[in-house]
């Protein structure tokens, strides 16, 4: 009997534990903090934006001339008959989840990256930075049927851990494989993130938001009440523009068929149903008051975030891979 191929980590349709490993480096100087450049998409005073570490309450003493009467303890003050002031300290570190999307909806792309390679990449840029912030880092990586889980933890051997499991993951993906008729995974993603962040996580959601259901909105309002919640979309060149000639070829694995996008019958509807898709998306998070950012299989994936976080390009260190 022939044994399966074993998949080849070019970067490109499949991605390798030492990629992931090496944006350790390109992850310096980004951040996902409340206090943003004027130019990021989390900055401004938008409901929506992050509100970073939480406080927690440090001591109650007695009040001193400048201290800030918002503090002022009432209760305490009044039983005392002397004014006492609420001091808190700002959280060291808050757990940081990455949902990373494998389904086989991610394993396509007509320019530079598959959109499974370049969730994976956006995921260990975001666990890399938030490890940077000292922050605890785990996620759930998941595919048409699986949900694997590694618990937050502030060590590099964790993120570690949770790039292999995306690897993985990535690295099962093959166009033999058919995706699964069932359609309710990401909705049971959110379900399981909940019953593990309770409150005070920063969760960053990377996926196409593929199969998008009635409940996925209740489920992603009740994750932002008590969570800083992030989502970054990633998306095919394709969806914004068409060829205007030639064929695209469509298939999910074992059927395959070549459409004529020169015919208007062909590329009205073809074009139309994927902008649509992004409009279904821009629509679901702001209605749940999430950010968006979106990610272009076609361009580099480190640029573009740091574009939306408003830190623009800088020059390649040297001896670093992409």
């Known amino acids: 009997m022939q044994q399966p191929l074993q998949p080849v980590a070019d970067g490109h349709v499949y991605v390798s534990l030492e990629q992931l490993m090496l944006f350790e480096h390109r992850a310096r100087g980004l951040s996902f903090l409340a206090r943003q450049p004027v130019s990021s998409v989390l900055a401004g005073t938008r409901a929506s934006r992050l509100r970073g570490r939480g406080l927690s309450f440090d001591e109650l003493r007695h009040y001193s001339p400048g201290d800030d009467l918002r503090h002022l303890d009432w209760r305490a003050s009044l039983r005392f008959g002397k004014p006492f002031i609420r001091t808190f300290t700002e959280e060291r570190d808050r757990p940081t989840l990455l949902l990373v999307d494998q389904r086989m909806s991610m394993f396509f792309g007509s320019r530079m990256n598959l959109k499974s390679v370049t969730a994976a990449e956006v995921a260990a840029l975001a666990a890399w930075i938030a490890f940077q912030a000292g922050d605890r880092v785990g996620g759930m990586v998941f595919d048409d049927q699986r949900i694997e889980t590694v618990r937050p933890l502030r060590s590099r051997s964790r993120v570690e851990a949770l790039c292999s499991a995306i690897v993985r993951f990535n690295q099962a993906l093959n166009a033999t494989r058919p995706e699964e008729a069932e359609g ?96 279904d998306v821009a629509t679901l998070m702001k209605r749940s008051q999430i950010p968006l950012m979106m990610f272009n299989t076609g361009e580099d994936t480190v640029a573009q975030l740091r574009q939306a976080l408003g830190r623009g390009q800088v020059p390649r260190q040297a001896g670093v891979r992409p």
């Open 184 to 279: 309710v995974i990401f909705d049971r993603v959110l379900r399981h993130c909940l019953n593990n962040a309770a409150h005070d996580h920063l969760i960053c959601i990377i996926s196409d938001f593929a199969d998008i259901t009635e409940q996925t909105l209740p489920l992603l309002r009740e994750l932002r009440a008590h969570n800083d919640v992030l989502a970054l979309q990633v998306f095919d060149p394709l969806a914004t523009a068409l060829p205007e000639r030639g064929n695209v070829t469509v298939t999910q694995g074992e059927l395959q068929i070549d459409l004529n996008v020169e015919q208007r019958n062909v590329n009205r509807p073809l074009g139309a149903f994927l902008t649509g898709r992004l409009d």
